[in-house]
Structure formats: structure tokens, C-alpha cells
């Protein structure tokens, strides 16, 4: 695992490469002075104002808009209670009413949006200039700032997170074989395995723990697959991530065997990718291996009928959304029945040792078009580091991506729950991204991770083969990069 401060040591380099094309950009911390000028807006208008004897850092006169899809979206601006567990959740007035004690005179525009089209809505906003803060606009490097040489001039942020919104791009000067931050995490979603102790014990089997093995997870799920020696109902041991969304799991595999298809050049041009290594098959065919011991409606989405009540049938399950997992089983009372645990460590690289479950994130970013970029960054930096929005994200039933933060969220999950999340959020590099890694890139690669979800619900029903599988992603990869070369 890469140490944390290493690679905020390391954002220095990539602040000498990446100021050259920033220097110039309106608003931007990133100026000759290397962000020494950030107390400043795009207005010149002072932003680092401490009053004495109040809670008030900026006296400065701006309004600040924010658009975008999660959690904003999900609880509203007055709250809202959960249908099925009950909790009631805050509203993101609390939020502003927090803001407003620091910055007084900044009016915060906040304009929500679901899911559904949402980088469209985004890019539509960036482009008539009336967006500062992107919610989950990292992902689109085409509008986001990089934040490099924010984070440069930000030493208090330094060992803080457990990622980074991290990508490849070469917008900006950058040079494709790194990693740029293109802005903050708020909240990380680690992917975990709910084991159903119940089953286990019924069928007379150990429970598995954290030190478990791919070798082991596989094993745990025959023996758990099949009529229940107690129940006499058929049970099934493991329920991966949808297979609409196949390559995920694809994800967790290949880091977990360590199986690499992308070599980063400096341009995308200059990348080079091989889906066709022995490492590679054993990916695909380790996944295929645990379909076996799926319910037969997995392919369906309609498995998970029973998931989180007292007729659950599936000994094993990842979810990529824990605490709402958690949270359904307390409504059941059904904690003590469950846990949850880590995916098993990946086997070999530098990585060797730590889990292989990566994390979804919800993530903030600064618009490049905005005329209140270090603005926009004091807000996203409220956002990861205020105690009271810290705990206003636990109480959302979010997991804060700020390790000094968990300790909130230990007080109201168990152990046999928190452990395993904790676990992940403190061995995650801090550079890893899901979304773009030496493995797996859903971002740069054309119809790449469409093409491993299509190959492995072919192979989960016998259509082809592992060999037959690498060989159509790697013609559609090889047709991709030829149109680029």
C-alpha cells in the first residue's frame, strides 16, 4: 500500500508539470505564486477572514451555485424518512445553516438533480456558466478542475481520506500514465461481503473471518450451496454484484489476482492494452466459478427477493451499499444473524495483502468554468472536514471518505460490521480509482467495461469460453485504439 504521505509528497511533481497549462486560468489557485493567493477569489474579495470571538472565517460577499445528482438529491433540503427502515434523515439545511455561521455573506445555491441524466445536466450547467460546485463532477474530466495544486497548498488535508478522486486524462497537460485529482470525496461506499452466520451454522461449516482467501471464498460458497441440513429450503452461497453490472465484479477479481490489461503511456495513444493474459482468464473463469452457486434468478436481478429477512437463502452476498444493508437488517432485528467481511487480499503486486473490495464514492468538484473557483474549493474542503458536516453525513447514513470521521460511524454499528468497513477505508490507496486502474478502465477504453459485463453473462450460461472471451474484448479494444492511433 502506498503510504498517504508519499503521494501527497509526490502532487508536487505533478503541480511543476501541470501549472504550466493552469497559470492562466481565472480563479484558479494553481497561479505562478503556486496557490499562495487562494485567500483571494476570482474577484479578489478576501476569503480567509477570521473574526475574532465568532465562528465566521470569510466576510465575503458571493453567491455560490451547486448542481447535481446524491446525496443532496436523496434527502432534500427539509429531509426525509426512509420507507422501509423507518430512520428519519437530515436534510442538507443543516449543511447550509453551518455554512452560513462561517461564510455569512455567501448565498449557496443549491440545485438538486436524480440520477437520471445527470451528465448531461451537469455539462449543460458548465457550459452556460452558471455552475461553481459540480456533485460528483469528478467524473467528467472534460468540466472538472484538477485540484492538484489545491491539495498542494492544503497541507492540512495531508493522511486525511481513504481515496481520492482519482482519473487518467491528458486534458489539461496531463500526462495520461498518472493521476490527477479531479476533487474530493465526501462519502466512499466499500464493497462488502453480508454473511448469513445462520446458514453457515446449519450447514455445520466455520465462519469465515478477514484472512480468508479467493481459494476459501469459493470453497465457503459450495459447501453453503443446497438444501439446508436444518431448514430443508434450498439455499444458495454467494450472490456477486448484479449481472447487469457484471464487470464490476470484474473489478474485485482482477485486482485480487492481480491481473493488469492496461500498460499507461503518456497519451492514450500511447497505451497498450492485453485482455488476453493467462491472469486474465483466471479472472473470468474465477468469476463464472461462483455463478455456480448462485440462485438461478441472480441473471434476472431477482435474487435478492428475500435478501435482508428472516428467509434469506443466500449464505454469502456483495453489496456495494453497506450501511443501507445494515440498516434493513436492523429494522428486521436481524443483527446478530449477519455480518459482514472484506473481500479476500489480493494476491500479488505492491498491493499484495490488502483487501481487493474497491469503493464507489460520492465526490465533489470544481467547475472550470466557474468564476469562483477557491471559493468553490472552500466549500468542498467544508464538506470533508466540518465535525458537524461530518456527522451530519453518519447521521445520512452515508460512511464520511475522512478517517478521522469513522470513530462517528463506530458508534452506532456493531463491531461485527464496522470492522470490516474500517478495514477497507484504511487499507484503500489512496490513488486507486474503480473507475480507472491498471486492470479495469470504464472511462478511456470505448466500449470496454459494456464488453466484460456482455463475456461474462455469456460465460455464466455456457455461451463461451474464457478463451473465446478475451479474444472479442481484445479485437473491440484493438479496433478502439486503432481509431485513435
Not at 463506530?410 to 470492522?419: G, L
Request: with cysteine; proline share 4%.
Amino acid at each position: 500500500m502506498i503510504a498517504r504521505n508519499k503521494f501527497f509528497s509526490l502532487l508536487l511533481c505533478f503541480v511543476m508539470v501541470f501549472s504550466l497549462a493552469a497559470c492562466s486560468s481565472k480563479g484558479d489557485a494553481g497561479t505562478e505564486t503556486g496557490g499562495k493567493e487562494a485567500e483571494t477569489n476570482s474577484d479578489g474579495a478576501d476569503t480567509g477572514t477570521k473574526t475574532e470571538g465568532s465562528d465566521v472565517i470569510s466576510d465575503v460577499s458571493a453567491t455560490l451555485k451547486i448542481a447535481g445528482p446524491g446525496l443532496f438529491t436523496a434527502v432534500g433540503a427539509a429531509g426525509t424518512t426512509d420507507l422501509v427502515t423507518g430512520i428519519e434523515l437530515p436534510g442538507y439545511e443543516e449543511v447550509v445553516k453551518r455554512w452560513n455561521k462561517l461564510y455569512p455573506n455567501v448565498k449557496l445555491e443549491i440545485e438538486t438533480s436524480p440520477w437520471d441524466n445527470w451528465k448531461a445536466v451537469l455539462q449543460t450547467s458548465a457550459l452556460s456558466g452558471d455552475v461553481d460546485v459540480l456533485l460528483h463532477g469528478s467524473s467528467i474530466t472534460a468540466i472538472a478542475e484538477p485540484v492538484g495544486t489545491y491539495l498542494e497548498a492544503s497541507p492540512e488535508l495531508d493522511g486525511l481520506f481513504s481515496m481520492l478522486a482519482m482519473r487518467r486524462t491528458e486534458d489539461n497537460g496531463g500526462d495520461f500514465s498518472k493521476y490527477i485529482p479531479y476533487g474530493l470525496t465526501v462519502t466512499a461506499n466499500p464493497v462488502v461481503v453480508v454473511v448469513d452466520k445462520q446458514i453457515f451454522e446449519n450447514y455445520g461449516s466455520a465462519l469465515p473471518d478477514a484472512s480468508w482467501t479467493f481459494d476459501d471464498l469459493a470453497a465457503f460458497a459450495e459447501k453453503t450451496t443446497g438444501t439446508d441440513p436444518v431448514t430443508g429450503n434450498r439455499t444458495y452461497g454467494m450472490s456477486m454484484l448484479a449481472a447487469s453490472s457484471a464487470n464490476k465484479n470484474y473489478i474485485w477479481a482482477s485486482r485480487g489476482f492481480n491481473a493488469p490489461v492496461f500498460e499507461f503511456g503518456k497519451t492514450l495513444k500511447e497505451t497498450k492494452a492485453d485482455f488476453t493474459s493467462d491472469a486474465t482468464k483466471k479472472v473470468l473463469n474465477y468469476v463464472t466459478k461462483l455463478y455456480a452457486f448462485a440462485n438461478p434468478d441472480y441473471l434476472e436481478g431477482l435474487d435478492l427477493a428475500v435478501a435482508n429477512t428472516a428467509e434469506n437463502n443466500l449464505a454469502m452476498r456483495i453489496t456495494e451499499n453497506p450501511i443501507d444493508d445494515y440498516n434493513k437488517l436492523a429494522a428486521a432485528e436481524l443483527l446478530d444473524r449477519f455480518m459482514f467481511l472484506p473481500l479476500p487480499a489480493i494476491e500479488s503486486g505492491e498491493n499484495a495483502g490488502i483487501t481487493s473490495s474497491h469503493m464507489g464514492d460520492w465526490n465533489m468538484a470544481i467547475c472550470n468554468t466557474s468564476d469562483n473557483k477557491d471559493l468553490a474549493w472552500e466549500f468542498i474542503k467544508f464538506m470533508v472536514t466540518d465535525e458537524i458536516v461530518q456527522q451530519w453525513l453518519v447521521d445520512c447514513n452515508t460512511i464520511p471518505n475522512n478517517l478521522t470521521a469513522l470513530p462517528k460511524l463506530k458508534e452506532s454499528v456493531k463491531p461485527e460490521y464496522y470492522d470490516a468497513i474500517e478495514m477497507i477505508l484504511r487499507q484503500q490507496p489512496l490513488e486507486f480509482s474503480a473507475s480507472t486502474n491498471e486492470c479495469y478502465d470504464s472511462g478511456n477504453f470505448g466500449t470496454f467495461a459494456n464488453d466484460v459485463t456482455s463475456v461474462l453473462n455469456e460465460m455464466f450460461i455456457g455461451n463461451t469460453s474464457a478463451d473465446e472471451a478475451v479474444q472479442f474484448v481484445q479485437k473491440n479494444l484493438n479496433d478502439y485504439l486503432s481509431t485513435i492511433n
